[in-house]
């Protein structure tokens, strides 16, 4: 695993409540996993309570000249999981805690007018200040229970500090429409003056949830706010058009509409969403393809790909063109790929094994 530094800021706000702070834990093995506790034993192969949350500090914010906000903010170094494909399955594979570490940074990434969280091609940190540091590292698409989709990793610190930090997002390779079309197609970066202290960061809090942690369910998303804008956690919207149903396997929700809204095209437009089955966060980095037929059985539309797709009313969704829709066929969707961004504490276990869902 390739190192990452980066250096962060004093709280601005803090929003996650939780208990007082503790000291380090330490895994049976004799591995130190920072404040974290032991995973659930036998976890389910769902969506989980985790074992515990820490909290949150704000950092800051900045937006680019094409409307793009851009918030940081930080907590412990902790645990978490990336995606990757072994001997023809995909599997978790677990980040630990390194003894270096000092923060897990967390970047939420979003279009200022609408609140439509942007799922984009890259995120690079690069940070200057302290001894002599002057890095820039790409960081992970993640998706979590408290924050739905951002970007994030553990990082090393060196020394309490004022450093400057570039924040690059990188071009979104989404299909855009309506206000969208023609914008995010080129990186852009915002700059940020961060102080860090180690003392502020000691004093986070912290909590545990010993009578729930591996128990179907999730965690609330926290309600984020800094210099006076809220910060989304990338809920699903509702599509409009004509309703072709909704459903649900390995804990993702999935629904369906057909719209002839002019922005989408001549042709009559499929749009799904793909949400978690809690909180209905928004699922992005997944492959899927969409079949439809019509009362009389006949096949109108046979596994069309459906493409990550960007709208100022829709949201994040997956989409393709369908001639010939009524809206009165009946809607099956498959997983070509499961959900490839890394994962919080209470996902990573979910999502692998997603079979054809019809829609009703």
Same mark, same amino acid.
């Given at each position: 695993?390739?190192?990452?530094?980066?250096?962060?800021?004093? +709280?601005?706000?803090?929003?996650?409540?939780?208990?007082?702070?503790?000291?380090?834990? #330490?895994?049976?093995? !004799?591995?130190?996993?920072?404040?974290?506790?032991?995973?659930?034993?036998?976890?389910?192969?769902?969506?989980?309570?985790?074992?515990?949350?820490?909290?949150?500090?704000?950092?800051?914010?900045?937006?680019?000249?094409?409307?793009?906000?851009?918030?940081?903010?930080?907590?412990?170094?902790?645990?978490?999981?990336?995606?990757?494909?072994?001997?023809?399955?995909?599997?978790?594979?677990? @980040?630990?805690?390194?003894?270096?570490?000092?923060?897990?940074?967390?970047?939420?990434?979003?279009?200022?007018? #609408?609140?439509?969280?942007?799922?984009?091609?890259?995120?690079?940190?690069?940070?200057?200040?302290?001894?002599?540091?002057?890095?820039?590292?790409?960081?992970?698409?993640?998706?979590?229970?408290?924050?739905?989709?951002?970007?994030?990793?553990?990082?090393?610190?060196?020394?309490?500090?004022?450093? #400057?930090?570039?924040?690059?997002?990188?071009?979104?390779? +989404?299909?855009?429409? !309506?206000?969208?079309?023609?914008?995010?197609?080129?990186?852009?970066?915002?700059?940020?003056?961060?102080?860090?202290?180690?003392?502020?960061?000691?004093? &986070?809090?912290?909590?545990?949830?010993?009578?729930?942690?591996?128990?179907? !369910?999730?965690?609330?998303?926290?309600?984020?706010?800094?210099?006076?804008?809220?910060?989304?956690?990338?809920?699903?919207?509702?599509?409009?058009?004509?309703?072709? !149903? %909704?459903?649900?396997?390995?804990?993702?929700?999935?629904?369906?509409?057909?719209? %002839?809204?002019?922005? @989408?095209?001549?042709?009559?437009?499929?749009?799904?969403?793909?949400?978690?089955?809690?909180?209905?966060?928004?699922?992005?980095?997944?492959?899927?393809?969409?079949?439809?037929?019509?009362?009389?059985?006949?096949?109108?539309?046979?596994?069309?790909?459906?493409?990550?797709?960007?709208?100022?009313?829709?949201?994040?969704?997956?989409?393709?063109?369908?001639?010939?829709?009524?809206?009165?066929?009946?809607?099956?969707?498959?997983?070509?790929?499961?959900?490839?961004?890394?994962?919080?504490?209470?996902?990573?276990?979910?999502? @692998?094994?997603?079979?054809?869902?019809? &829609?009703?």
């Amino acid at each position: 695993m390739e190192r990452r530094q980066f250096l962060a800021t004093t +709280a601005a706000g803090l929003t996650a409540g939780a208990a007082g702070c503790v000291d380090s834990f #330490t895994s049976l093995d !004799g591995v130190s996993y920072g404040r974290e506790p032991e995973l659930v034993a036998d976890r389910p192969a769902a969506i989980y309570y985790p074992t515990h949350t820490e909290e949150m500090a704000m950092g800051g914010m900045a937006q680019t000249d094409d409307g793009v906000a851009v918030s940081l903010s930080y907590t412990f170094p902790h645990r978490f999981w990336r995606v990757f494909k072994r001997e023809g399955r995909y599997e978790a594979d677990r @980040f630990s805690v390194d003894g270096d570490d000092a923060v897990h940074i967390m970047a939420t990434i979003w279009d200022a007018e #609408t609140g439509v969280v942007l799922p984009v091609s890259s995120v690079d940190i690069a940070a200057r200040g302290g001894n002599n540091v002057d890095e820039r590292e790409t960081v992970y698409p993640m998706l979590s229970q408290r924050m739905g989709f951002h970007y994030g990793d553990n990082y090393h610190l060196d020394g309490d500090d004022t450093y #400057t930090v570039n924040v690059t997002v990188g071009a979104t390779t +989404a299909r855009r429409f !309506g206000e969208f079309a023609g914008r995010f197609g080129e990186p852009q970066t915002v700059t940020i003056d961060l102080d860090y202290s180690e003392a502020a960061r000691n004093e &986070l809090a912290y909590e545990t949830y010993e009578n729930r942690q591996g128990d179907p !369910g999730a965690l609330s998303p926290m309600d984020m706010e800094m210099n006076g804008m809220s910060m989304p956690t990338g809920s699903v919207r509702d599509l409009g058009g004509t309703a072709l !149903g %909704t459903g649900r396997a390995d804990d993702i929700r999935y629904a369906a509409a057909v719209l %002839t809204d002019d922005r @989408f095209g001549d042709a009559p437009y499929l749009a799904v969403t793909a949400a978690t089955r809690y909180n209905e966060l928004v699922i992005p980095s997944m492959g899927l393809a969409g079949t439809l037929t019509d009362p009389n059985g006949e096949t109108v539309v046979a596994d069309t790909s459906l493409a990550p797709s960007l709208d100022p009313q829709l949201g994040f969704h997956y989409g393709a063109a369908v001639p010939g829709a009524t809206g009165e066929e009946t809607a099956t969707v498959d997983v070509t790929t499961p959900p490839q961004v890394a994962r919080h504490e209470g996902y990573e276990t979910a999502f @692998f094994e997603t079979p054809t869902v019809d &829609l009703s």
